[in-house]
């Protein structure tokens, strides 16, 4: 079965070279015809892994071909995550599946709402990679993608297609816990890291903020996942950034190159659910009204 693949960025352009390697058939699903115009003057996807540059000249194609697709792997940004959907369904076959690679949470409902027929797999990864040119990844660090589907919680069979691509992977009966986990961890680092104009690392010089967000991020997980979600939170975060010291976040890298930010689908996200559950995360709350102030500041979208 083709995978076809939506958003041939970072962690989708990882997928995909590493899908083809392997010879499974992969279609990539480009934007518009411009940007179909330019991956075939380029040739096809560049990965770069170590010293070592390999094309792969995988087919692609625009929303509006006429293909059906049985198999989508989703790897856009959240905030495009529904529309992206919208402009495919008309070609999601009855049986379709959809593995769905976005930051935070929320973008996963809208999805599914739209393609209420298919089966949505959540996906969480620490995989690192990102582009250094056009349809050019650069694979920065080993990892694992845990993916699960908690209406449907049995494995679908091609998990062997993701063993045979070298594509770490784990089938996780609590997957909404892991993007709990991922969301709060997100929370605690990225919008420190735009506010206080740093890398990662630099949030060393923090100590008393990221440990105040941390206890109310470790509260609101106790209400919202499974108690273990909530366990060694501030460990971990400072584990995080202490590992990934000289990396900029990937919300600072979207404020700085003047691009719209997942705010919605982390850091407001995790507000709406404070608010639901009654819990008075005073700390949190103030933390989103200054990365939205700062977003304005710079004519960025809010939300």
């Not at 070592?52 to 194609?61: E, G, S």
């Not at 091609?158 to 992977?169: K, M, N, R, T, V």
């Amino acid at each position: 079965m083709t995978w076809h693949v939506l958003g041939a960025g970072s962690l989708g352009g990882l997928w995909a070279a590493r899908l083809a390697r392997a010879g499974l058939p992969v279609r990539l699903v480009l934007r518009d015809r411009s940007r179909l115009t330019s991956y075939r003057r380029l040739g096809g996807l560049t990965l770069v892994e170590g010293q070592q540059a390999n094309l792969y000249p995988i087919p692609a194609q625009t929303a509006d071909d006429a293909t059906p697709i049985s198999r989508l792997l989703l790897a856009c940004k959240a905030y495009d995550a529904e529309d992206a959907v919208a402009s495919l369904a008309p070609r999601l076959t009855a049986d379709a599946e959809l593995i769905l690679l976005q930051n935070g949470l929320g973008s996963q409902d809208q999805v599914a709402a739209r393609v209420p027929r298919a089966r949505c797999i959540l996906a969480s990864s620490t995989e690192g990679a990102f582009r250094d040119g056009d349809f050019r990844v650069v694979f920065a660090g080993q990892g694992c993608t845990w993916l699960g589907c908690p209406p449907q919680p049995a494995a679908p069979h091609w998990l062997d297609e993701l063993q045979a691509s070298g594509i770490p992977h784990q089938w996780s009966a609590d997957i909404l816990g892991r993007l709990w986990r991922k969301l709060a961890l997100n929370c605690a680092i990225n919008p420190l890291t735009v506010l206080h104009d740093c890398r990662n690392g630099g949030l060393a010089a923090y100590p008393g903020e990221v440990a105040t967000l941390c206890d109310e991020l470790a509260e609101l997980l106790r209400h919202c996942a499974p108690a273990a979600a909530a366990e060694n939170l501030q460990e971990e975060v400072e584990r995080v950034i202490q590992a990934t010291a000289a990396n900029y976040s990937s919300m600072y890298q979207d404020v700085a190159q003047g691009r719209r930010t997942e705010i919605a689908y982390l850091l407001d996200h995790a507000c709406a659910a404070a608010q639901r559950h009654k819990l008075p995360l005073a700390h949190l709350h103030n933390l989103q009204q200054r990365l939205r102030a700062h977003l304005a500041e710079r004519g960025l979208p809010t939300r």
